[in-house]
């Protein structure tokens, strides 16, 4: 039977013009037919609704192109525009000589369409009350290079350049890695080449990368507290995750296992999150402890030793290895900016050799023409003379930080204030972290709870301390920050 023409018009709603078959109910249904652009696509588009919903039979024969156009009052060419997308999704198929017919298709189920429901709350969008938050992470946005920054993007994006449209092997631009090897080398006395440099996207991406090398039978010791994010990377990779305490020395070399194939995660240099600098003992006891057997290995994480405030800046653990035995991991994260997803790590070269042959065949994650941006940065100086400018920003704000502090007497104890973008506070009145956390939202300032980052029971020394981070904040709202505790944390308990 063929179809039947119906011209309706609705009220403030333009004409459609609609197509029945009467043995399935199938219409067609175009709307503003002035919008050529839009007409291939509302024939396509109810075309696979009616499909996929049932009512086009698999096998029923569709108008030809011809016939469709006339029936629809528009061109041959639109017709066959949306019959060939659909054939090339798989909704219908051209017979030879024969026409169009629709394939067999699962029916898709909407009836149990799920429902959307408002989110919870949760930490990213609680909190609107907040007037001060000590957040630990990020960098003061107000003094970035912006104006450094956009010459060098202007720059490093030259048409002229025709690799800047390629990928980048998967160690990273070899520039990029020089001048990383450079920077290491002056600031950390990191000995390596040019070639044991690897980049990556971030340090996980790194110790993504560490895990496929290692295998996932090597057992990771982890400081406790930990560092989560990377705990947490580990874990759900398979590693057998060993916790050792921490003291006022940092990891307890003394306490790690004596079997073969264990892999140390540490932060000597700022130990995340009390903050604590590993001294030179401690560090040569691991250093020891590494060459009893063939399969230790250390991945020292230096993740913001670039900020010291009390001395000057210690050598990484790195430097005093002779044996290649620690992975050497850096970020530019918390120097430039956390969206500069820039990390590097250093390989010692027996695992260099397996990296080789198991990630040869992939390319970098991170953009050639921001790897480009990251080089001049360094190279032409402007890294050192940011990095010197924030040292000095941050110290200011930790020095403001430290006389707000101060003012609130015996009521509390501190940790990890000596170097780093955050300290570890702890009240003396018996106040529990839950209240400490609690109290200081009441007036509006956010700190963040240290028990998250012990991996069992908080020790007694470590109870009733949170974390307080600077580098965020303005002078005023961190003074500002700091009354209001006062005013919450020893006046009203």
Not at 104 to 126: A, C, F, G, H, S
């Amino acid at each position: 039977m063929d179809y039947n023409t119906i011209k309706l018009t609705v009220l403030k709603q333009p004409v459609y013009d609609f197509f029945i078959v009467p043995d399935g109910g199938f219409m067609i249904a175009l709307e503003d037919k002035n919008n050529l652009g839009s007409l291939y696509f509302q024939i396509y588009s109810q075309l696979k609704d009616d499909i996929q919903s049932g009512k086009l039979k698999a096998g029923t024969k569709l108008l030809s192109k011809r016939k469709m156009a006339e029936r629809l009052s528009v061109s041959v060419n639109t017709v066959e525009t949306a019959y060939s997308q659909l054939v090339s999704e798989g909704f219908i198929e051209a017979e030879a000589k024969r026409g169009y017919f629709v394939c067999k298709i699962d029916r898709l189920n909407i009836d149990n369409k799920p429902k959307i429901e408002n989110e919870p709350d949760n930490e990213y969008n609680k909190g609107n009350n907040i007037i001060v938050d000590f957040a630990t992470d990020g960098v003061d946005g107000d003094n970035f290079p912006y104006n450094t920054w956009r010459k060098l993007m202007k720059n490093c994006f030259n048409e002229y350049n025709p690799d800047i449209l390629k990928s980048a092997p998967p160690e990273g631009d070899y520039k990029l890695r020089k001048a990383v090897a450079g920077h290491i080398y002056a600031s950390r006395g990191v000995n390596c080449s040019v070639n044991q440099v690897i980049i990556g996207a971030g340090v996980d991406n790194l110790l993504n990368i560490i895990s496929g090398i290692i295998g996932i039978k090597s057992k990771i010791a982890m400081e406790n507290p930990v560092y989560y994010e990377a705990y947490s990377l580990f874990k759900s990779l398979g590693h057998e995750i060993i916790s050792i305490p921490v003291d006022d020395k940092g990891m307890r070399a003394d306490m790690l296992p004596e079997e073969d194939s264990i892999i140390v995660y540490v932060t000597p240099s700022h130990q995340f999150p009390l903050g604590i600098t590993m001294p030179a003992g401690r560090r040569v006891k691991l250093m020891n402890w590494a060459y009893e057997t063939e399969n230790r290995y250390i991945i020292e994480d230096d993740y913001d030793s670039e900020f010291r405030y009390n001395s000057k800046l210690i050598p990484s653990v790195q430097s005093i290895d002779r044996k290649g035995r620690v992975i050497y991991l850096g970020t530019l994260s918390k120097t430039i900016a956390p969206s500069v997803r820039i990390s590097y790590m250093v390989l010692p070269n027996e695992l260099l050799k397996r990296y080789n042959e198991k990630y040869r065949k992939f390319s970098s994650a991170v953009s050639v023409l921001e790897q480009n941006m990251v080089t001049e940065f360094i190279t032409e100086g402007y890294y050192e003379r940011h990095l010197n400018r924030m040292r000095k920003l941050y110290g200011e704000k930790r020095t403001v930080l430290l006389a707000e502090l101060k003012k609130f007497g015996s009521a509390v104890k501190l940790n990890g204030e000596n170097a780093g973008h955050h300290m570890a506070v702890k009240l003396t009145n018996g106040t529990s972290e839950a209240d400490m956390v609690r109290l200081a939202e009441n007036v509006g300032v956010k700190v963040y709870p240290l028990s998250k980052y012990f991996v069992d029971k908080v020790p007694d020394k470590y109870k009733s301390t949170v974390l307080i981070g600077y580098a965020t904040l303005s002078v005023d709202k961190i003074k500002t920050g700091a009354e209001l505790l006062r005013g919450v944390w020893t006046d009203n308990i």
